[in-house]
């Protein structure tokens, strides 16, 4: 299985961009698909969720309003648009997938077991 993250770069403040993670080697059906991301001296955090099948999202709070995850289930990508870009959103954007994640524990990272390498977007203000 391999998650392959994309899209990341300098944006700046107020800037849009669009993270897309692509799904290849696939053994299972994917139920949760998520964005976390990682700051520099931070630890890493939740973004957002989608369900894979029904499409239902989640967002952490700092990013409502301003992100959107979708799916395209055919082409096994996930997306991330990001709006109204802030320098405190400059950070590593990982992607993950996983055939277990459930409602609860959607934006837990230690509920997923499958990531891709990251991708750096940097918001200069």
């Known amino acids: 299985v391999q998650l392959q993250a994309s899209g990341g770069g300098l944006v700046q403040a107020g800037g849009s961009l669009r993270l897309s993670c692509a799904a290849s080697?696939?053994?299972?059906?994917?139920?949760?698909a998520a964005w976390f991301r990682q700051a520099p001296g931070k630890e890493r955090e939740f973004v957002a969720a989608?369900?894979?099948?029904?499409?239902?999202?989640a967002y952490s709070d700092s990013v409502k309003g301003r992100f959107i995850i979708s799916r395209d289930k055919a082409k096994k990508l996930t997306y991330l648009q990001m709006n109204s870009l802030r320098p405190e959103d400059t950070a590593v954007y990982y992607c993950?997938?996983?055939?277990?994640?459930?409602?609860?524990?959607?934006?837990?990272?230690?509920?997923?077991?499958?990531w891709g390498q990251g991708t750096l977007v940097t918001v200069s203000s």
């Open positions: 993950a997938a996983d055939p277990s994640v459930i409602q609860s524990n959607r934006a837990s990272q230690t509920a997923y077991r499958h």
């Open positions: 080697g696939l053994s299972f059906t994917i139920r949760y």
């Open positions: 989608i369900s894979w099948g029904g499409g239902s999202t």
